[in-house]
């Protein structure tokens, strides 16, 4: 099954990609996206601080992936994990955007390949 449903539009729950790992990708986004505009928004203090929520939402949907981290190597080391994390999550969730949009590109331009297999192509 494709990581896209086509017929449904929907995106299928594999590759470890349940709804909290999905939220957390768009909070560390939303994050990323405040904190670039902060300084041209008439209150650059009220999108910093909702850039913090954002990351605390990350924290709390990963307690438990942080709390091995600190358990097993200190919370110095859970603590800058969590910044490689939201790299992780930013670059996985961004690689897949630019996937899914490439692919919609490619069936637009090409759309009597849109109804092809890639199976098919192997076989």
């Known amino acids: ?3 896209v449903d086509a017929e449904a539009g929907a995106l299928a729950d ?7 790992h999905r939220l957390s990708a768009v909070c560390v986004w939303l994050a990323v ?4 505009t902060a300084p041209f928004l008439p209150s650059a203090a ?3 601080l909702a850039a913090a929520v954002c990351l605390a ?13 600190a358990r097993r190597r200190g919370p110095m ?3 800058r994990a969590f ?3 939201a790299l992780y999550y930013a670059y996985a969730s961004g ?3 630019w996937c899914v949009v490439e692919h919609a590109v490619e069936r637009w331009r090409r759309p009597d390949r849109a109804a092809e297999s890639p199976r098919a192509d192997a076989e």
């Open 1 to 3: 099954m494709d990581a």
């Open 14 to 20: 594999d590759l470890n990609l349940r709804w909290p």
């Open 33 to 36: 996206g405040l904190c670039a």
């Open 46 to 48: 009220a999108a910093l």
């Open 57 to 69: 939402v990350v924290v709390v949907l990963n307690f438990d992936f942080y709390r091995l981290l």
């Open 77 to 79: 080391f859970a603590a």
């Open 83 to 85: 910044w490689l994390h």
């Open 95 to 97: 690689t897949f955007a």
